[in-house]
T-cell receptor, first 115, second 114 residues
């Protein structure tokens, strides 16, 4: 169990550019979640996958955001035409339906700064 | 819509004190409640998870209670240490088709000074 990993850890981009983040969950976990956290706030839910199926998307996830989880393994979160308001920490978490069902394990996050 | 509130927003205590962090939620139809710790600029570490059918969970110096009917949870930290300084987040998990989706409070920033 190597934990949840995210790449990159930091990303600085100019407004209008596209960015893509990657999340590798704990290997046996079938559920994967994306959250966004701005300074001084708790994380906010964006979307989640059960295996490769995207089951729910928050209304926070505008048309510029897209997430995938091909083959139910790693996931990517892409933001197109970034805006300064997209600056935040993007957190990924995974969980399993077995054992401690519902306990979510978080990665270190990707901090996005849009200039 | 589920809303989670944490009180106090910030807390500063001397080393060795026992302390209580509070969390309240508006919709009692939860699957579980988790307490997390977050160090500055880092991800979240799960501290305790309480299933909706449980009343409390303990881990070391930490004890979390859940009163689902009143929509409240407390995190009790015994004999606080400077290493406990962090932001503590409470999150409730929805059930049904939104299973696993966490709704977080804004957190309590804890500072334990020597």
């Amino acid at each position: 169990d190597t934990g949840v990993s995210q790449d990159p850890r930091h990303k600085i981009t100019k407004r209008g550019q596209n960015v893509t983040f990657r999340c590798d969950p704990i290997s046996e976990h079938n559920r994967l979640y994306w959250y966004r956290q701005t300074l001084g706030q708790g994380p906010e839910f964006l979307t989640y996958f059960q295996n490769e199926a995207q089951l729910e998307k928050s209304r926070l996830l505008s048309d510029r955001f897209s997430a995938e989880r091909p083959k139910g393994s790693f996931s990517t979160l892409e933001i197109q035409r970034t805006e300064q308001g997209d600056s935040a920490m993007y957190l990924c978490a995974s969980s399993s339906d077995r054992g401690l069902a519902g306990r979510q394990y978080f990665g270190p996050g990707t901090r996005l700064t849009v200039t | 819509k589920q809303e989670v509130t944490q009180i106090p927003a910030a807390l500063s205590v001397p080393e060795g004190e026992n302390l209580v962090l509070n969390c309240s939620f508006t919709d009692s139809a939860i699957y579980n409640l988790q307490w997390f710790r977050q160090d500055p600029g880092k991800g979240l570490t799960s501290l305790l998870l309480i299933q909706s059918s449980q009343r409390e969970q303990t881990s070391g110096r930490l004890n979390a209670s859940l009163d689902k009917s009143s929509g409240r949870s407390t995190l009790y930290i015994a004999a606080s240490q400077p290493g406990d300084s962090a932001t503590y987040l409470c999150a409730v998990s929805a059930g049904g088709t939104s299973y696993g989706k966490l709704t977080f409070g804004q957190g309590t920033i804890l500072t334990v000074h020597p």
